[in-house]
């Protein structure tokens, strides 16, 4: 169900209506078909040219194109369209058995955290403090369904360890079954808004699935980037306010600002999640809204989008969509190029497809192999198997070890002049960044 980079491109660069017209004799199929390709190839030229283009700046104006679906609308025709999905999504969560997963509403909450951070001595708050991120991951407490499921999941978690305990990030990690409603991609929501009320001083909060990697082990998040915005997300704008594509975003990975503004936001994005009648009834609104979407119950990355169209006001204008580097990259364009990264280019500096920030293993699943039938168990294990042994490179280096190959776990002594390049690398890179 998450964001495919390749996928985002090939649906770019075709039309919603592909129009066949009906012929009646031979020269009009003739003209009727250059006229078609025609047609198809300049619809592929706008997408590729778009595509080039920095989709941030996509989508902002007043004056945007019409939303593709199975109809085109105005401006005017889509927001009343989104307005009566809206309220008859409202009408029905309000129809259902309240949503109090969560408990009452906070309010006043950056008062109290603020008052929190006076009290605390374990906080950023001083002179030129640095910022504090908790990172939050969970996975499935029963044991996996393959052999190798549970030891993927332990170096899943010791990547993160290995990366929160560099930079200086608080970890907590998951395996209780905390909410038998709230289950599968929605305990998210309900994991975050349990550790933003209990740890007021933490600044950001910073989920990420279990089958997310760490592949750059020296690479921070540019978090002056996002001083004016409340949650960061890989994504594009134009996909997600102009197709109004579930695909425009992937909540597999996202940062949270701890502020008033995310208990709002968390608040009206549960309420979509408990399973059974309400995940489903609200998987029907969802699917109504998002054209590309298929029929199923609601899914936390869909909510999101919903909430982005249909407020972008209140919700959109304070989520930033990143897609300047790798905030999670698509393993199927990644794992197999790490090499090829590894002697051209250096950690730390990029984040991109040169070296990935984080890579983010879509459409696998650590403890059954793979959920995506365009993928095998094997293909998912051995690439996973690659991804952390490429960052763990990056971790035993500093020792001065390394992997005999990335797809074993045997590693032997680095010579001397790799260690000193090594050393050499790490130095640039923190000078790069002092720069």
Partial sequence: MK?????????????????????????????????FIAAVCSIALWGFKCYRLDLNSLGEGTNSPPVFGPKKLTP???????????????????????????????????????????????SSNGVNPKPRIMLITSSHPKKCENKQGDQMLLKSIKNKMDYCRLHGIELYYNMDHIDEDMTSWWVKTFLTHMLMKQHPEIDWFWWMDSDAIFTDMTFELPLHKYEK?????????????????????????????????????????????PKGKIRDGAGEFLTKALP??????????SGIVYLMITDRERWGSKIFLENSYYFQGYWRVLTDKFEEMMAKYKPGLYGDDRWPFVTHFCGCEFCCGSINPEYTRDQCLVHMERAINFADNQVIGRYGFRHKSLKTPEVSPKSNN?????????SMAAESKKA
Wanted: aromatic share 12%; hydrophobic share 35%.
């Fill in 292 to 301: 590309d979407r298929g029929k199923g119950e609601a899914d936390d990355q």
């Fill in 3 to 35: 964001m495919k980079d390749d996928e985002y491109k090939k649906a770019q660069a075709l039309g919603d209506d592909q129009w066949v017209p009906r012929v009646r004799s031979f020269h009009t199929r003739v003209v009727y078909g250059l006229c």
């Fill in 418 to 426: 790799h260690v000193q390049k090594n050393q050499t690398s790490n």
């Fill in 229 to 273: 915005y409340n949650m960061v997300m890989h994504g594009w704008d134009d996909a997600v306010y102009d197709k109004r594509s579930w695909l425009g975003l992937n909540a597999g990975v996202f940062l949270i600002r701890n502020c008033q503004w995310s208990m709002d936001f968390l608040h009206a994005w549960a309420p979509m999640s």
């Fill in 76 to 122: 005017e025709e889509l927001r009343e369209h989104l307005a009566e999905i809206d309220r008859g999504l409202k009408a029905f969560l309000n129809s259902s058995k309240p949503f109090t997963k969560f408990g009452p509403p906070v309010m006043n909450w950056d008062k109290t955290r603020a008052d929190a951070i006076r009290r605390s001595t374990n």
